[in-house]
T-cell receptor, first 114, second 113 residues
């Protein structure tokens, strides 16, 4: 059981470039999330999804886009990368209800925009 | 909007001693879960302990226990017999099902040998 898989683990982008951060989960969770974590700070919600075909903005969505065509995958697209997007990005998934309710996290993607 | 507040940005504890990390939340949902996650320097998010709002009994996991005060919307984490490996950032997280996970800003715990 792989849990939540994020790729890549590290990436350096030049200003203005675009990229997609991949996230896949194999637990059939309805809820998936993208967070960013700046150095020494907590996690800020970028986008989330409550099921395939449904996405919604979080606290800091500007400069990002997402899609959820399947239950398993929730890619995050960065368009026109800016230095302010230098951060560690976490994908997470969860379901709700029952004694095993828990949020599962990917290992994170460290992104540097130069 | 729901918020989770961790009022202690940093804490320190002597090895083998006990430390308590504070957390308050303000959800209006009747059913929800609360978690403490640990994030060591490796960045991995590790579940420490979980509490369901409907359960009155405080959760315990080995050296980790919580003090869940539902009326006060308080959810503190107690670490007993602290070990060097407990040094990490600790996040209090609320999950009410209909809204995204809500994170506190975190408490950085240092363990002094």
């Amino acid at each position: 059981n792989a849990g939540v898989t994020q790729t890549p683990k590290f990436r350096i982008l030049k200003i203005g470039q675009s990229m997609t951060l991949q996230c896949a989960q194999d637990m059939n969770h309805n809820y998936m999330y993208w967070y960013r974590q700046d150095p020494g700070m907590g996690l800020k919600l970028i986008y989330y999804s409550v099921g395939a075909g449904i996405t919604d903005k979080g606290e800091v969505p500007n400069g990002y886009n997402v899609s959820r065509s399947t239950t398993e995958d929730f890619p995050l697209r960065l368009e026109l990368a800016a230095p302010s997007q230098t951060s560690v990005y976490f994908c997470a998934s969860s379901d709700f209800g029952g004694p095993d309710t828990e949020a599962f996290f990917g290992q994170g993607t460290r992104l540097t925009v130069v | 909007a729901q918020t989770v507040t961790q009022s202690q940005p940093e804490m320190s504890v002597q090895e083998a001693e006990t430390v308590t990390l504070s957390c308050t939340y303000d959800t209006s949902e009747s059913d929800y879960y609360l978690f403490w996650y640990k994030q060591p320097p490796s960045r991995q998010m590790i579940l420490v302990i979980r509490q369901e709002a409907y359960k009155q009994q405080n959760a315990t996991e080995n050296r980790f226990s919580v003090n869940f005060q539902k009326a006060a919307k308080s959810f503190s984490l107690k670490i007993s017999d602290s070990q060097l490996g407990d040094a990490a950032m600790y996040f209090c997280v609320e999950n009410s099902g209909n809204t995204p996970l809500v994170f506190g800003k975190g408490t950085r715990l240092s363990v002094i040998a």
